[in-house]
């Protein structure tokens, strides 16, 4: 992506950010409706696309984003045998994680396992008293339960003592995994992964799929086995499309880059879930309160939040069981099950966060964040690390202490710049934690809690250059600059045409302005609510999510009556009222005089 000039000349914001345009500068002074296709095919540029392929990303389909299948390591000897499986009836379990992603992929292999003729098992590990990836104990007992075949989803690909255990006893274990690998692979059947680091080109660009979507390449790889055996004789095929919401929810909900075949995998899942065709995915958007299809940010912060509170602080089973049953009512008990649970987590979070943010006070001068309580619920701690993170503008790490065994667990999250999961990596090298690991964006460790003051000094020193760097040359990118008559429905819907957003796909954002502020005030939990007015007569209202005590919100709501502003952000549709509005959701605001 090529990064243009300053946008208006703003230098530095309120926030102290630079403006910058993430492609072209598409600075308009009104209604762009007229100009709907070249600002699609402008954003579509800025996000990397090429000019010959625009085509095929305004409407991304799996039939232009759809690899090979046996392009993947393991993907042909692990489609055959669980084809074998299918045909001969075998017992079968699906090991799965407890979070979305693991949720999803279980429930996809599942539901096309039934349609085959199969009732596979499934087995989710509880978060708190089993932790993350298959152990050697759960996979012993489900092969003494039957099973002489588990499929591992979403987890498995460092699980190098619990797989040998399982092969030691005889049981076949496939993994289906995205995490990253050791170069020493785990003693399994087939490993599934595109991040194996012995793949090939074309497979390892796929290694920003989440695991639901390596699943769906194995199930397209199964049915194509099963075919060429002459299976569907006598029995219809699987409709491979209808899995597709489980795709895209456990896509977004995973953080997933949505950029080529994601986009597909999304794309056409939302179109899935519209159909409602799923009776446990109705019942969740249902209990998610949505009165319309739902749209890709639905599926991160509405759907995907509830399935995530079962593995959080409640039963890790519940959300295999929701996307898997053909029960309406049951579904019903189920997704209202896990909305309760939701709003328990929500209450964990908020008494979390209050006593970390207690913490905080006191480490303004911190390049990175280190806070810790005994009581805190480690279901949680990644969430508060990233609110956080988006609090400070600094990594952040959230320790849970246990006061019985002397450890804590803790979960980070971290800044464009900065790589968090490296420096995790190398206090475990240094002897500073039990365990840790990670990415650059996020990790996670296990440390004694004696020591945890002595591993926020060590982090201190080794991050705080890369922090004070990032934070520096910290820039918003924006797409697009209008006046505010030009913020209007049409627009939004023009600019969601360039969608799916997300992870590595980022939603359009505006500059609005110049304007003037007719009110400015606190709503909710922390969030700053404004109603700006242009000289070109039109009004707006802007909302910035809990930003109230930001440099930026205490600005607006104090300093800034009767000057000129410029307001950036991403616009949106309001549509509480009798007609719907466009609204813009604020990220920071500069001075326009």
């Given amino acids: 992506m090529t990064i243009a000039a300053a946008v208006l000349g703003i230098e530095s914001s309120i926030s102290g950010k630079s403006w910058q345009w993430l492609g072209g500068n598409m600075?308009?002074?009104?209604?762009?409706?007229?100009?709907?296709q070249d600002i699609v095919s402008q954003l579509l540029l800025a996000r990397g696309v090429g000019q010959q392929d625009l085509l095929?990303?305004?409407?991304?389909?799996?039939?232009?984003?759809?690899?090979?299948?046996?392009?993947?390591?393991?993907?042909?000897?692990?489609?055959?045998?669980?084809a074998e499986a299918v045909i001969a009836r075998e017992p079968m379990t699906i090991y799965g994680d407890y979070d979305v992603d693991g949720a999803t992929?279980?429930?996809?292999?599942?539901?096309?396992?039934?349609?085959?003729?199969?009732?596979?098992?499934?087995?989710?590990?509880?978060?708190?008293?089993?932790?993350?990836?298959?152990?050697?104990?759960?996979?012993?007992?489900?092969?003494?339960?039957?099973?002489?075949?588990?499929?591992?989803?979403?987890?498995?690909?460092?699980?190098?003592?619990?797989?040998?255990?399982?092969?030691?006893?005889?049981?076949?274990?496939?993994?289906?995994?995205?995490?990253?690998?050791?170069?020493?692979?785990?003693?399994?059947?087939a490993l599934v992964n595109p991040n194996r680091l012995d793949e090939n080109d074309l497979a390892a660009s796929h290694g920003h799929l989440a695991a639901v979507g390596v699943a769906f390449l194995l199930a397209v790889a199964i049915v194509r086995t099963l075919r060429g055996r002459g299976y569907f004789g006598n029995?219809?095929?699987?409709?491979?499309?209808?899995?597709?919401d489980l795709v895209a929810l456990g896509t977004v909900a995973d953080v997933a880059a949505i950029r080529g075949l994601n986009r597909a995998f999304v794309a056409q899942g939302l179109k899935v879930m519209a159909h409602r065709r799923n009776t446990g995915m109705a019942a969740l958007i249902d209990a998610s309160r949505l009165n319309r299809s739902p749209k890709c940010s639905d599926l991160g912060f509405a759907l995907g939040p509830r399935i995530n509170a079962g593995g959080r602080v409640g039963e890790a089973t519940l959300g295999v069981r929701l996307l898997t049953t053909e029960d309406p009512d049951e579904a019903r008990g189920i997704a209202e099950?896990?909305?309760?649970?939701?709003?328990?987590?929500?209450?964990?979070?908020?008494?979390?966060?209050?006593?970390?943010?207690?913490?905080?006070?006191?480490?303004?001068?911190?390049?990175?964040?280190?806070?810790?309580?005994?009581?805190?619920?480690?279901g949680v701690i990644g969430i508060?690390?990233?609110?956080?993170?988006?609090?400070?503008?600094?990594?952040?790490?959230?320790?849970?202490?246990?006061e019985e065994n002397g450890q804590g667990k803790g979960s980070g999250r971290s800044i464009s710049g900065v790589d968090l999961g490296a420096a995790i990596i190398s206090a475990r090298e240094a002897g500073l934690l039990v365990a840790g690991g990670g990415h650059a964006m996020a990790a996670g460790l296990t440390i004694d809690s004696d020591r945890i003051d002595e591993f926020a000094d060590w982090l201190e020193n080794r991050l705080a250059g890369p922090v004070s760097k990032a934070v520096a040359s910290q820039k918003l990118m924006l797409d697009l600059a209008i006046a505010p008559r030009g913020l209007t429905p049409d627009l939004v819907e023009t600019l969601?045409?360039?969608?799916?957003?997300?992870?590595?796909?980022?939603?359009?954002?505006?500059?609005?302005?110049p304007v003037r502020l007719v009110k400015a005030d606190i709503v909710g939990s922390d969030h700053l609510r404004v109603i700006a007015s242009g000289d070109d007569g039109a009004s707006f209202k802007a909302i910035a999510f809990r930003a109230a005590a930001s440099e930026m919100g205490q600005t607006l709501l104090h300093g800034a009556r009767g000057r000129k502003l410029w307001l950036a952000g991403r616009a949106k549709i309001d549509d509480w009222g009798s007609r719907p509005a466009a609204e813009l959701h604020l990220e920071d605001a500069a001075w326009a005089d």
């Fill in 337 to 378: 099950q896990l909305s309760r649970l939701n709003e328990e987590r929500r209450a964990i979070e908020a008494a979390v966060q209050e006593a970390a943010e207690a913490q905080l006070a006191g480490q303004h001068n911190r390049a990175v964040q280190v806070l810790h309580g005994h009581g805190w619920h480690p």
């Fill in 56 to 82: 095929r990303h305004m409407d991304p389909s799996l039939r232009d984003f759809l690899p090979d299948p046996s392009t993947f390591q393991d993907m042909d000897r692990a489609a055959e045998r669980i």
């Fill in 27 to 36: 600075e308009l002074g009104g209604n762009p409706a007229d100009l709907a």
């Fill in 496 to 513: 969601e045409r360039a969608g799916p957003f997300g992870v590595g796909w980022p939603g359009p954002r505006i500059a609005v302005g």
């Fill in 384 to 402: 508060v690390a990233g609110r956080i993170k988006e609090k400070t503008g600094k990594p952040a790490i959230v320790i849970a202490a246990d």
């Fill in 235 to 244: 029995r219809k095929e699987p409709d491979l499309f209808a899995l597709l």
């Fill in 105 to 189: 992929s279980a429930a996809l292999l599942v539901r096309l396992l039934r349609m085959l003729g199969h009732d596979a098992q499934h087995y989710i590990p509880d978060r708190l008293l089993e932790g993350y990836g298959p152990s050697g104990k759960a996979l012993l007992e489900i092969g003494e339960a039957g099973s002489s075949l588990i499929v591992t989803v979403d987890c498995g690909a460092m699980a190098h003592e619990a797989l040998g255990a399982a092969h030691d006893a005889g049981i076949d274990v496939i993994v289906v995994d995205h995490h990253k690998c050791a170069p020493e692979l785990p003693r399994s059947f």
